[in-house]
Every structure is written in C-alpha cells, then in structure tokens.
C-alpha cells in the first residue's frame, strides 16, 4: 500500500521545508508499527526545488485475520465471509489501513503543528499526491466528485481488470493523481481530505466503528465537510453505514453550517462590498467585530461573572474564557448537541480544576424563569433574539429582565435596513433561513425601550460594524443598564401567561 506527496519550492521557500511539516527528516527512513502492519516513510527526491515523501504501508496478512477476528463488520469482514479473510486487496490497495496509517504517522502535522517551521503550517503548497492503486467504489465520478469541491485537480485512471483480455473492461480500482496549485491547500488541509476519503472510497472499514468514530470524523472534516456537497455520501460511507452514527453525524454537521452562518450574517457578502478598494487587507469577519464589541462593553460595565444566553457553539464563551478578567461564565442553550460541541470547543475535559471551575454549560431554555440565572454580573443575547417568534419574546423578556436581574444585559441582532448593502441577498430574505424577523433601527429600538422601562433598565445603542450613514451598522447593539433606582424588578411587572418555571435542569 503505497502514497506519495509531493512538493516544488523556490530557494526562498525550499520544498525541503515539507520534512519538517511532516516531522521527518528526509536524510533518514522512518519507520513506524501500525495496526496490522508497519510504515515506513523516505523521500525518493529531496531536493530545494522538489520534494517528494512517500508512505509504504507493510500489511501482515495474518495478523489482518488474526485481530480482525469478529470485529469488521465491512466488505471482506463479515463473519460469514472465511475465504475473503484470506483473499482480498487489503494488503494491497488504498483503504482505512493506509488512513490509520496517516493518522498515526503525520498527526503532527494533520494538526497543523510544526515548532521548526511554524509560519509555513498555514500557508498553501503546491501539492501533488499520487495513490497508486485506490478502490473506488463509485467509479471515477465518484472520486471527482469527493475532491474537486476540495480545490483538487483530480486525474483519474481506471486499472484494467486483465491487460492481456481489454475486452474484459476495468476493474473498481484506479490509479489516483491529486493536484492543488500554490495557493489552494495547506498540508494539513491535504492530509485530512486523505484520512477521511479514502475510507469512503474503500466503502469498508478494517475495523469495528464505534461511537468515538463520530468525533474522528468531525475533527478531520473541520473546516470543510460541513459545506460538501457529498456530505451524506462521505458521513454514510466514513461510518460503515450505521443509521444512528451516520444520523449523530450529519446532525452535528448541520450545527456546525447553521452557526457559522448565522455567526458571520452573511460576512463574507459584507467583506466583498470592499474589493475595490486599493488596500490588500483582508476586512475583518463581522462575527469578530461583534465578539471584540461584546467583550468591550462587558469590561466597562466591570463584569466577572458572566452569562451567555444561546450560547451556540461557545464562540463568545471560547473569546470569554481567554480573558482573565471573566472569572466565570456560564453558556445557556436549549440544544444539548450545540453543548456538546461546545464543550469539545473549549475542551472542557482537559482543563484543570481551577480553569474548569471558570466555565459551565448548562442546558436550559430562555423561554422559562431558571434560578440557576440569577446574581450575575452581566448576560449576553448575541444574534439569539431573531430565532424566536415575536409572541414569544415576552417569555424571553421577563426570564431574563424580570427574573434573573443581571446588573447589565447586551442584545445585538440584525439590522434589516442594512440588507440592502448586499447584492447577492435578495431583496426581501433574511440573512440567515431560522431568523423569524429582522428589525429595523427604529423597531429595535422602540422595543429595548419598553423593555428597559418594564424592568427599570437604563439602555443605549452602540453600532457593531461599519455605520453606513443611509442605512446603519449591518448589526444593532443595545446595552441595558440597571437604573440606579431600581434594586429589583417593579411591582407592577407580573410574569407573561407563557413562562412557567423550568421543570427539569440539565447541565452539560
């Protein structure tokens, strides 16, 4: 089993540089015991101008047999299936066996880390793989279909069935190039393509997929998987076809796409408003822009304890808990999967006692009075209020204004007037398919101020984003400010019909 990845270079950027990306020298061979087998990795060239590493994969065949006894569940692994223990391409073709081997091999730099040459982790290489013999299951169209959308030129080659008989026809293998311009991919990007389509391809694994595969899976996919149009094909294929696996996978995967949406507003229609221009910086994401707003504001109130309502993901509680000045921030969200990803986000289970005691996710509804919310400094509602229906906001105000009580509580939304700044949306949609409405300035405002004077909040506008002088930022920002006067809630406020308290409390 057998790949190479090649690499040209400049003497100001030698191709040598790839040894140090992959962590091996090319002066030495490496090798490496593996499951079932043994890699070894040599550079056949190594040279300023071109670099090429190969991965030669030694399979034991009987240790195959042997460990995979009872555990593949895929082609070949069936326990019904004796003589395919025996007689099959596994030693031979590009499979799960060569992904595994890639993990275990180039994890280092599937991650992106290098300490000798760091500023070339991130930057593109002109990449050109070559795998040999590959299964494809799917034929070629398949192939083209997983990697173009990744920014590969693909050269696919069937590999006759019997040379000497073409009248035979090709077999399911073929003979793989991959090519990415300078500019295209990074290493790392290109490693975790390979760890996970070639698999797919194979449609099989060596082994028995367990839950944990969900993970793997996510983790190589970051990035890209969540946007491919193949993606049902790539999770089905990746998790040997098991329903509940496949169906955690693409439920995650669809958070990941429905919060980096909704996260950037459409950001990168707001960036290319600025193409024209003479300068060659790249403008910074609205979704950054609103966090350092948010992070400012909640520093000049003097907030240490902090809560983040609709949490998501953990974007604002990841910017959070990097500041030490927030001694403990508590995520809310109603969807325990967006927790769980968020607590993989901030890698929860890693932390030390004392850092871990900084931050909590809990799961909860906004709709309902929650105890566990009260006697904190400060809580955010970023881009949270637009998913709700509007008959339910009075739910939403009274939990968090008239129960929890936070001294300071910062709201942003869309500003729908702003839409009209970006001509790929079309006149009349929303900027993201869950929002149930999209405020004006003046809308906006006319309900932060009643808001404020049911609960006795003082509340001012800040504009995140550039201020268009026509239309306003492309998001709104209200900031609520406990009145001087008002140590709790008026009398007179009494809890909407809707809200009931939380009957159950889950923390994640």
């Known amino acids: 089993m057998f790949l190479t990845i090649s690499t040209s270079g400049t003497p100001e950027r030698p191709a040598t540089d790839l040894g140090f990306l992959l962590h091996k020298h090319p002066d030495n061979r490496h090798t490496r015991s593996v499951s079932y087998g043994t890699a070894h990795v040599l550079y056949p060239e190594a040279t300023p101008e071109r670099c090429t590493a190969a991965l030669l994969l030694e399979i034991d065949p ?18 019904d299936a004796a003589l395919a223990q025996y007689v099959n391409d596994r030693p031979y073709a590009a499979s799960s066996l060569l992904a595994v081997a890639i993990g275990a091999v180039f994890s280092s730099a599937m991650r992106g880390v290098c300490a000798a040459r760091p500023e070339r982790v991130a930057q593109p290489l002109p ?20 990697f173009e959308p990744l920014g590969w030129a693909v050269a696919v080659t ?5 040379v000497r008989f073409p009248e035979w ?34 449609d099989a694994k060596h082994y028995w997929v367990s839950p944990d595969e969900v993970d793997k899976l996510l983790r190589a996919g970051e990035g890209w998987l969540a946007g491919h149009p193949e993606q049902e094909v790539i999770t089905s294929r990746y998790l040997s076809r098991r329903r509940s696996l496949t169906q955690e996978a693409r439920e995650r995967l669809e958070l990941v796409r429905l919060a980096d949406a909704d996260d950037t507003d459409v950001d990168e229609i707001d960036n290319a408003v600025d193409e024209g221009t003479d300068t060659e910086e790249k403008p910074v994401p609205l979704a950054v822009r ?18 983040d309502l609709g949490c998501g993901q953990g974007q604002l509680v990841q910017a959070l808990f990097k500041d030490v000045r927030f001694t403990e921030i508590v995520g809310v969200d109603v969807s325990m999967r967006a927790l769980t990803v968020a607590s993989r986000r901030l890698r929860l289970d890693r932390l030390g006692e004392r850092q871990a005691g900084r931050v909590r996710l809990v799961q909860g509804s906004l709709a309902y009075t929650d105890k566990r919310l009260k006697g904190y400094d400060a809580a955010v509602l970023s881009e949270v209020i637009e998913h709700l229906d509007e008959a339910r906001l009075p739910a939403l105000e009274y939990a968090v204004f008239g129960s929890a009580r936070p001294r300071t509580v910062l709201v942003t939304t869309p500003n ?68 001087v006067t008002a140590a709790k809630a008026p009398e007179t406020v009494k809890a909407p019909e809707t809200v009931k308290s939380a009957q159950k409390d889950q923390v994640a």
């Open 62 to 79: 009987v240790a195959l047999v042997r460990r995979g006894k009872g555990k593949g569940k895929g082609r070949g692994g069936a326990p």
């Open 169 to 202: 026809g090709d077999s399911q293998y073929v003979q793989l190039v991959l090519e990415a311009p300078d500019g295209t991919l990074t290493l790392g990007e290109a490693l975790r393509h390979l760890y996970v389509l070639l698999p797919v391809l194979d």
């Open 290 to 307: 609103r966090r350092e707003a948010i992070l400012a504001e909640l520093v000049g109130a003097g907030a240490g304890r902090v809560l």
């Open 416 to 483: 729908v007037e702003y839409n009209v700044r970006w001509e790929s949306l079309p006149a009349g949609h929303v900027r993201h398919g869950d929002h149930r409405f999209e405020w004006t300035r003046d809308e906006f405002r006319a309900w932060a101020h009643s808001v404020a004077e049911r609960h006795g909040y003082d509340v001012r506008f800040a504009p995140v984003g550039d201020d268009d002088p026509e239309v306003g930022p492309p998001t709104q920002m209200a900031v609520f400010t406990q009145a």
């Open 127 to 146: 990449l050109r793989v070559e795998v040999p013999a590959l299964p494809a299951r799917g034929g070629a169209e398949l192939v083209r279909a997983l």
């Open 158 to 162: 069937p590999v006759p069935l019997d």
